[in-house]
């Protein structure tokens, strides 16, 4: 159990830095900061997902509580305002702030009483539940809640003065905001309820001001629960979009943690019997399981995908099959696995992977050269973990039909180059791979022609080809002719003069021998086309001009174009998200190449040994998406990221299984 006391709890800005995450495994989540106050457009005890896992709406903003006991008043909730005051004050009475498996858990001092609150989302249903208990107290606590609801997309904001349509139910009240909009419920048993309908106005959003983005709210009170709670009871409140969800507070916990169990059970039987883990390896296990949701389509009602990171990214192509190896492989859960590879085999169009699924629910994105050759190296980590021939010859006509494509030509400028065996890639204005950052027609870090890391996933592909073939008794010839092509092509990267990788070639205006993180793959990945020498020299050049304690920067410090801090507008931020930050997900490739390379596991997994300690700060129980690229290296970007959590779980699995 992750534990912050009273340090941190009774210090705003502390508090209000870190942040937690509930999630329901069909993209909704709830979301808000450990002191309690509203920061972010995305905080709220119930943003569903509508059209699973995307059509994400803001329905329940937040609870608003105070305690009668003892004669007195205790506010538990807090606000910040756009005026700049902070009421109510209710930090001054948290005591601590813990995170019970994936579960964000308060504890209140109320002179001697003290109040537990725990959140946490119903698996599979867009229902979040709010209990309250008395665990110390010399006589009863009278609770009220006034429950704080809106109705927008999870990337607005609200400015209210429309009436809603708000009606009292068995047990609590619906709220219908607009003609057609879905019916939400806010439920409890054991109280009496009062239907409302007030504006509150003026909610300032903190980290939407320091992004340069709109940071000013509205969110509209619906209805006041009060509840009688004696020493050692428990009321739980109901927030729910579904059309009949469970009363039963205790019963929904149970099913909580039969989930939640279940995922590190999982994670523990696919562990050899010796092996052990540190906490906080188990809670990123906990964390891999908020990024795998369900997406059903017609032909798979049961398939699913990886949402990319809490809060605001969907589920992404090229996110998904890096994630893939350590949020579901590692962890023991090869269905999943299975299911995510075919539910994206269904989406392979002229040979490629969607980039992006939008959130409006559109047709697929496929803006992406390196989505689709992860793809094969997803697969070969699926196979190379269970065995699963079914599921190989299932999927091999189409890796076959990608690679034709590839040679052929598809979107965007994609294909092989005849004369080297190497892909190209790339046209005016389109970003293609994951350094992808564009500000309208500014593209920041170009890379059209033949990327390092497009190349090195290449050669990788068509290596897991041959052996692909060979499992299933497929020819295979033709993947060897064309991978040994791709490797003598390959030396065309190798920058005599720097000892190390360029980073893209053939560009319009020649070579790029910038100094960047994505030669890395050149050595990590399951086969590369660099000699052990060159290997080392890549590691050597990462290490002394790229690693940081939380990941590799993007740009060495010494280019001119490079940016050690990362904020402010969107421009500012885009312009610094590849030229200097701190990516963490990297961190395990460079782990894993420091290992090949040296051959000292110890060593190797030391890297990784940080972020230890950036589980329990920013979102806690997981792994930022980025950091800044100067000390003291701030987190920044999303809260939980699937690759950052995915590849710190491969590489810390890998290296321990080496070690034995």
Partial sequence: MLDVGRAITGDLA??????????????????????????????GLLVAALKPPLGRTLLVAKVEERVEYGGAIHELSVNRWVDGAIAPAGYLALERFTLDGTTPVWTYACHEALVEKRVWMEPGANTTYVRYTLLRGSEPAALDVNVLVNHRDYHGTTHGGWSMDVATVENGVSVIAFPGAPSLVLLASGASVAAAHSWFRGFDLARERERGLPSGEDHLHVATFRASLAPGQSWTLVLSAEAAPSLDGEAAWRRRLHHDDGVVESWRSAQPKSATAPAWIERLVRAADQFIVRRATADEPDGMT????????GDWGRDTMIALPGLALTTGRHDAARRILTTYARFVDRGMLPNRFPDAGDAPEYNTVDATLWYFDAIRAYHAATGDDGALKEVFPVLESIIAWHREGTRHGINVDRADGLVTSGEPGVQLTWMDARVGDWVVAPRMGKAVEINALWYNALRAMVGFALRIGRPRREWETLARQAESGFERFWNQAGGYCHDVIDTPTGDDPTLRPNQIFAVSLAESPLSPDRQRRVVEACARHLLTSYGLRTLAPTHPQYQGRYGGDQRSRDGAYHQGTVWPWLLGPFALAHHKVYGDADAARSFLAPLAHHVADYGVGSIAEIFEGEAPF??????????????????????AGAHR
């Fill in 14 to 43: 502390a508090a209000e830095r870190r942040e937690w995450l509930c999630t329901n495994g069909i993209g909704g989540f709830a979301s808000g900061t450990v002191a309690g106050t509203l920061t972010r457009r995305y905080h």
């Fill in 306 to 313: 990886v949402i990319a990171g809490y809060h605001w990214f």
């Fill in 634 to 655: 701030e987190p920044r970007g999303c809260i939980a990221q699937a690759w950052s959590v995915g590849e710190t779980l491969r590489a810390w699995h890998e290296l």
